[in-house]
């Protein structure tokens, strides 16, 4: 993956980060989607995800103890999120991502990202 490419992600992962949940304005582009992945269970839901670039995918923890999804080559990380709360990122670049769980690293998952 390209720095540029990188540098974009952060940039929404950031933004993101410092707009409440929810808050985000719907775009006029009808083809953005927000997914959402289920933790629970100590598995992630689903687990692989394919989604186009400008989605946005929302991790939401249904589990009894806090969990995370953090990117392998630190390109975003949720932070840790207790029961019941979620994390949401917007990925505007295609391309893919391998993400565990940080206190759970047998915890797996990927975002592949399409245009
Ligand atoms: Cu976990």
Redesign the pocket.
């Known amino acids: 993956m390209s720095q540029l490419t990188r540098r974009t992600v952060l940039r929404f992962a950031a933004f993101c980060a410092a707009v409440p949940f929810g808050a985000i304005p719907a775009r006029a582009d009808s083809h953005v989607t927000n997914h959402v992945v289920v933790i629970k269970n ?1 598995r992630f839901s689903p687990a692989d995800l394919t989604i186009k670039a400008g989605d946005t995918v929302t991790w939401r923890n249904e589990d009894d103890t806090a ?2 999804a953090w990117d392998v080559n630190d390109v975003f990380d949720t932070g840790l999120l207790l029961p019941g709360q979620s994390a949401a990122l917007t990925f505007s670049a295609a391309g893919t991502f391998s993400y565990r ?1 940080r ?2 690293r047998s ?1 797996r998952g990927t975002i592949t990202i399409t245009r």
């Open positions: 100590m969990h995370s769980c206190p759970h915890m």
